[in-house]
């Protein structure tokens, strides 16, 4: 609804190219998907979510399952264990937002300002390499926390600093906060 400012993709899930085929889609085949959506918005912002995945999923050779991944080594924790993989989907974001100016990534599971920091480092690494290669990408995307921990609620003040906006996940701030799931009656 535009009567609100509600206009484009709040927020764009990108797990599912990793979990259909359990394999690493290479870069181009990212980079198609989200030129693909991008180009369906018609300038309207989309907001593209960092992959929140367990860390098995980011990294299948090493089996060694988590005892609970849904409190373990997923969304920046993951990604940035996960260097290669964090920063394939960055370039395939840069490259797909060539030419807009209301593109966003998303951070999930953010807990400090330094998680936030060392993706936004990234973001500037993978635009000067891209750019050094004579590649078109886009000249700045937004990045925002997804605040849905204690942690970075804790930190809120700070976060903005780093980053565009903020975006808060109640659902999932209010499950850890409660310890209870909102399907828990």
């Known amino acids: ?13 990108t797990e599912l190219p990793f979990l259909v085929d359990k394999r690493r889609p290479a870069e ?13 918005q018609h300038g309207k912002p989309v907001n593209f979510r960092l992959l929140d995945v367990a860390a098995a999923t980011l990294s ?65 690494e993978e ?9 078109p990408v886009a000249d700045s995307v937004r990045l925002a926390p997804i605040i849905e921990v204690p942690a970075a609620a804790l930190v809120i003040g700070a976060l903005p600093v780093d980053s565009d906006f903020v975006v808060v996940a109640i659902d999932d701030l209010q499950a850890h906060l409660l310890a209870a799931d909102r399907d828990n009656s």
């Open 1 to 13: 609804s535009n009567t609100f400012g509600l206009t484009g993709i709040g927020v764009f899930r």
């Open 28 to 40: 181009d085949e990212l980079y198609e998907q989200y030129k693909q959506v991008l180009a369906g």
């Open 60 to 124: 299948p050779e090493q089996r060694q399952a988590e005892r609970n991944p849904a409190l373990g080594m997923r969304g920046v924790r993951g990604l940035l264990q996960h260097q290669d993989v964090l920063r394939l989907q960055l370039r395939a974001l840069l490259r797909a937002a060539a030419g807009t100016e209301s593109t966003g990534v998303l951070v999930p599971f953010v807990t400090s300002v330094l998680d936030l920091q060392r993706v936004k480092a990234a973001v500037i």
């Open 127 to 135: 635009r000067l390499t891209l750019r050094k290669q004579k590649v």
